[in-house]
């Protein structure tokens, strides 16, 4: 079955920064990659995804890159504010369900 | 805010207790899912309902039963559950089965 592993599991960046959360996965037929936001006290918000067959996707301040080959993809968010600070995960799409990863603490330090 | 609502937010309950959480999403979607969320671990897919009808049981204890009265209602029934089944429990809807998931906020549950 699929694996998904997510790297790191806290990360604290000074406002303004950029942050990447990178992450991996096991099975090559898996084809689409979703990015969830979940701040404190609420359920996974959809941020960004995407799909095998584009290398790339932004959407202003956030992107997501992914590396078929290598089976990994990142989530890359740039001028960091304090509201960024969440539990990101990763998820890759196998089968019918979807594979989370174990998630990352941001903390955006002001 | 979500189109995903579940209630109670907050539920502590004894070992021999029965108690059932609920989820209803106003998004007109056809499938729904539970998932439980323990601390630094991954989501945990638990049940899927498609069309009102169970296609999948991740291997879930017995002492977690869900129904599934229309595609808009989700109810998670607890029985006899044990302290490490404290957890956030998620619900998701999607519109077709493995489709993008929208979450509610979860209940977050504890066992005494």
């Known amino acids: 079955g699929e694996n998904v592993e997510q790297h790191p599991s806290t990360l604290s960046v000074q406002e303004g920064d950029s942050a990447v959360i990178k992450c991996t996965y096991s099975?090559?037929?898996?084809?689409?990659f979703p990015w969830y936001k979940q701040e404190l006290g609420k359920g996974p918000q959809l941020i960004i995804d995407?799909?095998?067959?584009?290398g790339e996707k932004k959407d202003q301040r956030i992107a997501v890159t992914l590396n078929k080959t290598a089976k990994h993809f990142s989530l890359h968010i740039t001028e960091t504010q304090p509201e960024d600070s969440a539990v990101y995960f990763c998820?890759?799409?196998?089968?019918?369900?979807?594979?989370f990863g174990p998630g990352t603490r941001l903390s955006v330090l002001p | 805010e979500t189109g995903v609502t579940q209630t109670p937010r907050h539920l502590v309950m004894g070992m021999t207790n029965k108690k059932s959480l609920k989820c209803e999403q106003h998004?007109?979607?056809?499938?729904m899912y539970w998932y439980k969320q323990s601390a630094k671990k991954p989501l945990e897919l638990m049940f899927v309902?498609?069309?009102?009808?169970?296609?999948e049981n991740n291997s879930v204890p017995s002492r977690f039963s869900p129904e599934c009265p229309n595609s808009s209602h989700l109810f998670l029934h607890l029985h006899t559950l044990q302290p490490e089944d404290s957890a956030l429990y998620l619900c998701?809807?999607?519109?077709?089965?493995?489709?993008?998931?929208?979450f509610g906020p979860g209940t977050r549950l504890t066992v005494l």
């Open positions: 998701a809807s999607s519109q077709q089965r493995g489709g993008e998931q929208f």
């Open positions: 099975d090559s037929a898996s084809n689409y």
């Open positions: 995407i799909r095998s067959n584009v």
């Open positions: 998820a890759a799409h196998y089968g019918q369900n979807f594979v």
């Open positions: 998004l007109g979607h056809n499938a």
């Open positions: 309902y498609n069309f009102k009808e169970q296609t």
